[in-house]
Nanobody
Framework: QVELVESGGGSVQAGGSLKLSCAAS????????MGWFRQAPGKEREGVAT???????SYADSVKGRFTISRDNAKNTLYLQMNTLKPEDTAMYYC??????????????????WGQGTQVTVST
């Protein structure tokens, strides 16, 4: 069991940056693959980035080169550095954990634990 709490969302102008954090409870954070997902109003939830227990990462094409996912196992924290933000990045961002140690896809069905989300709004 793991509990996840996101922070770091906010409003920013296009071209700006934000860094999201996800604090995880429990002493087994390092054994979970982690991911960031987002959902805009009227749209389905989509995968943004994942990182497995070995640090292998994957990204949605729409964020490659702009977003970076990372984890600090000593702090039980997941991060998402978002640069060169665009209005289409506006969404609720969710942190998620998977018991799959590797091979997780940008697919919410691979993840069983979710945070409550943090809102990111990018204006022109």
């Amino acid at each position: 069991q793991v509990e996840l709490v996101e922070s770091g969302g906010g409003s920013v102008q296009a071209g700006g940056s934000l860094k999201l954090s996800c604090a995880a409870s429990g002493r087994t954070f390092r054994s979970y693959s982690m991911g960031w997902f987002r959902q805009a109003p009227g749209k389905e939830r989509e995968g943004v980035a994942t990182i497995d227990i070995y640090g292998t990462t994957s990204y949605a094409d729409s964020v490659k080169g702009r977003f970076t996912i990372s984890r600090d196992n000593a702090k039980n924290t997941l991060y998402l550095q978002m640069n060169t933000l665009k209005p289409e990045d506006t969404a609720m961002y969710y942190c998620a954990a998977s018991t799959l140690r590797w091979g997780t896809r940008l697919d919410s069905r691979d993840f069983g634990y979710w945070g409550q989300g943090t809102q990111v709004t990018v204006s022109t």
